[in-house]
């Protein structure tokens, strides 16, 4: 367990598309850490992160990052290698999370887990029959380069989109349904968020943008659809190996079944973010959450460091 008195570095901002939801993250975890008194640093992450470790002088490291190099396991690696404990998933946990088609294949057989139709397409590949879907980029967040699609034309002009940012892209059969999300925290399931978005999409603007959506927790569903979302969610975590906090999210499907969209290994930890919102519906506040999280830090092998 990491003891007071240590410098704890907040890796937070970095070089992702969600570079200012992580900023936002990161002013939130320092508020609360100094809050229950630990010597706190941020550190915005950029190429000279290597200099920024060993020039601050930290002892273990909360990380604050969401999407590519900070959520995809090489700030993790970095870490690795430098002996540097850090809160949340490992290298190998934080690669597979951060790619949807990746994500997918390696829980395609668990029972606990149902997931949506669909189909992989890279550059110069055919287009696939599933429509209505929505279309990802394989790797990404926030929503971002995701679209929804009823015609073939629409399925062209967003598989398009999405292959300007990823070499793959998922197409996925479109789940009509409530939304829901379950937090993991070092295992254990928290209780199901149902997300209301106005607009009838959580995408970017819904998510980020007050007043946009309604969060209701914990989630007026059937006691069925609780029961498989947590053990769901479960299932995903231990079988990526996640560490720590990681945050599982799902469509309803009309029988009442969760469809598993995704994992989040470092999901929105500001105040008001769904993580936090659901560990307070068990009495958990949110320094408390934040203090768990960097008790939990740890390196992989720290008996074979330097
Ligand atoms: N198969 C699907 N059916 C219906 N809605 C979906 C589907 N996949 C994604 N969505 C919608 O798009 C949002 C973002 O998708 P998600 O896979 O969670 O990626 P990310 O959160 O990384 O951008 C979801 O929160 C949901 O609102
Ligand atoms: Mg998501």
């Known amino acids: 367990m990491?003891?007071?008195g240590r410098v704890v570095g907040v890796l937070?901002?970095?070089l992702s598309t969600e570079r200012e939801i992580s900023l936002a993250t990161g002013q939130a975890v320092i508020a609360a850490l100094r809050?229950?008194?630990w010597y706190t640093i941020g550190i915005d992450v950029g190429r000279d992160l290597p200099d920024q470790l060993r020039a601050n002088r930290?002892?273990?490291a909360w990380v604050a990052l969401h999407g590519?190099?900070?959520e995809d396991g090489c700030v993790q690696g970095l870490l690795e290698m430098l002996g540097i404990p850090y809160t949340g998933s490992g290298v190998l946990a934080s690669a597979l999370a951060m790619d949807k088609i990746a994500t997918k294949r390696h829980l395609q057989a668990l029972p606990e887990i149902t997931l949506a139709r669909d189909a992989v397409v890279r550059v110069g590949q055919p287009l696939p029959d599933?429509?209505?879907?929505v279309?990802?980029?394989a790797v990404g967040g926030s929503t971002i380069g995701i679209a929804k699609c009823t015609t073939a034309d629409e399925?062209?002009?967003a598989v398009a989109q999405a292959l300007a940012l990823d070499a793959q892209v998922l197409v996925e059969e479109l789940i009509l349904g409530d939304e829901i999300t379950v937090a993991v925290v070092d295992g254990q399931a928290m209780p199901v968020v149902r997300i209301l978005p106005e607009s009838g999409f959580f995408d970017f603007e819904a998510k980020y943008t007050k007043g946009l959506t309604r969060y209701e927790v914990p989630a007026a569903i059937d006691s069925h659809t609780w029961e498989r979302a947590q053990s769901a969610a479960v299932a995903a975590y231990e079988a990526i190996g996640c560490s720590g906090l990681a945050r599982a999210d799902f469509m309803v499907r009309n029988d009442g079944e969760p469809v598993f969209l995704e994992i989040n290994t470092l999901p929105g930890m500001t105040a008001t973010s769904l993580s936090p919102m659901a560990a307070g519906a068990t009495g958990v506040s949110f320094p408390e959450l934040v203090e768990k999280i960097l008790h939990g830090a740890h390196v992989m092998s720290p008996e074979q460091g330097s």
């Not at 599933?130 to 879907?133: E, H, M, N, Q, V």
């Open 68 to 70: 590519r190099f900070g």
């Open 135 to 137: 279309v990802k980029p």
């Open 35 to 37: 809050e229950r008194g």
């Open 58 to 60: 930290i002892d273990v």
């Open 12 to 14: 937070m901002g970095g």
């Open 2 to 4: 990491v003891e007071r």
């Open 130 to 133: 599933i429509l209505p879907c």
């Open 155 to 157: 399925l062209e002009a």
